[in-house]
């Protein structure tokens, strides 16, 4: 079983950064692949970022890259997703996943078993 905790969220202005954190309980932690989605108003949950057990790939949708950074620390049972250039599109609720087995699709939310509660960003304009 493995719990995972946002934070990080907030407002910001368009232009601004956040850095989002989850910090994930279980001693397995670097043996786990890690997501971010998020999902705005009335709008489905959708894929912003994912990263492998080691950290040596990831992957971004195309709305968020060369904005977005995902990366993880092993040692701390933790990833991060650094956002900037914030853009009102960017308000949702963004939530960390997790799976322990290898994810052949980082952008299907079906692939991993293990969510958190999430974490507000909202981007003024």
């Known amino acids: 079983q493995v719990q995972l905790v946002e934070s990080g969220g907030g407002l910001v202005q368009t232009g601004g950064s956040l850095r989002l954190s989850c910090a994930a309980s279980?001693?397995?932690?670097?043996?786990?692949?890690m997501g971010w989605f998020r999902q705005a108003p009335g709008k489905e949950r959708e894929f912003a970022a994912g990263?492998?057990?080691?950290?040596?790939?990831?992957y971004y949708t195309d709305s968020v890259k060369g904005r977005f950074t995902i990366s993880r620390d092993n040692a701390k049972n933790t990833v991060y997703l650094q956002m900037n250039s914030l853009k009102p599109e960017d308000t949702a609720i963004y939530y960390c996943?997790?799976?322990?087995?290898?994810?052949?699709?980082?952008?299907?939310?079906?692939?991993?078993?293990?969510w958190g509660q999430g974490t507000q960003v909202t981007v003024s304009s």
């Open positions: 990263i492998s057990w080691s950290g040596g790939s990831t």
């Open positions: 279980g001693r397995t932690f670097s043996n786990y692949a």
């Open positions: 996943a997790a799976d322990p087995s290898p994810i052949a699709a980082y952008a299907r939310y079906q692939e991993y078993t293990y």
